[in-house]
């Protein structure tokens, strides 16, 4: 099957299994919560994933550029769950997608505008691909000092899964976290305290240590994320601001929303 057909066919068709289970209660309160303008459907998230994986099992397999295209036509309407779909078949087919693709999720954070698809394009989509070619790491480096907050968000959520699961380039982080402990920016401090947090549950006397000299420039909610699995509070012990570290803006209120 042609290409553009077969992700015209797979998008039309995940669309069609997505609104068969809508729900205008529940998608009113998705949309305000999220305090978004997109038309929201309305569905519950085992129905959704179940109904994407129906949709791919009555589909011919997706190679590369199937799969590209799919996103593509799922991300080019201004649906919240057709670009969480979207969002879905990059992280159940990440290994099907290539260094440069990087640009591609680079550009989905851009366009997100809330955590509930920048967080798993950064964790599973951009993060698989960095944890497979850790050249990569020079493109979060670039997204740690941009001035998007989501993409910076990006940065430090890209190395969270191998952090949880004991590994992954906890130097990277610290130096990120460092960068932007003092931003004032609500979705930068919870991400700090978020990958502080779970890869404390493995190593937590090596958090705990990293934490006590900036106890002093961590906001609470980076503090209360950080602390929430280690034994004891660290003594905190005052070391200068590393250089290049800055307060941004805050977000407005509106824009405050709990990422985990």
Do not use: C
Not at 16 to 41: M, N, T
Not at 200 to 205: E, I, M, Y
Not at 219 to 225: A, D, K, P
């Amino acid at each position: 099957m042609n290409t553009d057909r077969q992700a015209k066919a797979l998008a039309r068709g995940i669309e069609a299994a997505l609104r068969a289970h809508a729900d205008p209660v529940r998608a009113r309160g998705a949309q305000a919560y999220l305090k978004s303008d997109w038309e929201f459907i309305g569905i519950r998230t085992p129905v959704f994933r179940r109904a994407i994986k129906a949709e791919l099992a009555a589909s011919p397999p997706l190679d590369r550029a199937a799969l590209l295209a799919t996103v593509s036509a799922l991300w080019s309407n201004e649906v919240f769950e057709l670009r969480a779909a979207a969002v879905e078949l990059l992280d159940m087919h990440g290994a099907r997608l290539l260094p440069h693709d990087l640009a591609l999720v680079e550009r989905l954070v851009r366009e997100s505008h809330t955590w509930a698809l920048v967080d798993g394009l950064a964790a599973h989509v951009a993060g698989s691909l960095v944890e497979r070619n850790p050249r990569l790491g020079r493109t979060l480096d670039r997204w740690a000092r941009d001035a998007d907050f989501w993409v910076r968000r990006s940065a430090m959520l890209a190395l969270l899964v191998p952090l949880r699961r004991g590994g992954g380039d906890f130097e990277r982080f610290s130096r990120y976290a460092d960068a932007m402990l003092e931003e004032r920016e609500f979705f930068i401090r919870k991400a700090i305290g978020w990958v502080l947090r779970d890869t404390s549950k493995k190593r937590p006397a090596m958090i705990a240590e990293w934490l006590a000299p900036r106890m002093h420039r961590a906001s609470g909610v980076t503090r209360r994320e950080a602390l929430k699995y280690l034994d004891a509070p660290p003594v905190a012990t005052a070391v200068p601001a590393p250089a290049g570290a800055a307060r941004r803006p805050a977000a407005s209120r509106s824009r405050r929303r709990l990422a985990r």
